[in-house]
Nanobody, 126 residues
């Protein structure tokens, strides 16, 4: 069974950068999504990437600041987060689904992803 492991979270000052990683073996056929959940808020789809890496999508609030990429040879998906803001503070999760079609036309919905990692905390604060 596919297992996802996130890493790279931490404390960073506003304007800083972090790179999150999502590692798993055998996920080259899966679309991957990054989600976040802040205290008292619903889980939000942040970004997704297709199995080939050819299609990506971002929620409007992170466009131009976050970049998703994948290296299937290393079985890892990355989320590069630049120009971080306090409102980016949340637990970040990666998720995988073999049927999900990542497209810029559709919202990234959590219920469409079958397999989830344990999450990594990102805190943006001075």
């Amino acid at each position: 069974q596919l297992q996802l492991v996130e890493s790279g979270g931490g404390l960073v000052q506003p304007g800083g950068s972090l790179r999150l990683s999502c590692a798993a073996s055998g996920f080259e056929h899966y679309a991957i999504g990054w989600f976040r959940q802040a205290p008292g808020k619903e889980r939000e789809g942040v970004s997704c990437i297709s199995s080939s890496g050819g299609n990506t999508n971002y929620v409007d609030s992170v466009k131009g600041r976050f970049t998703i990429s994948r290296d299937n040879a290393k079985s890892t998906v990355y989320l590069q987060m630049n120009s971080l803001k306090p409102e980016d503070t949340a637990v970040y999760y990666c998720a995988a689904d073999i049927y999900y079609q990542c497209s810029g036309f559709f919202r990234i919905d959590a219920y469409k992803f079958a397999t989830w990692g344990q999450g990594t905390q990102v805190t943006v604060s001075s």
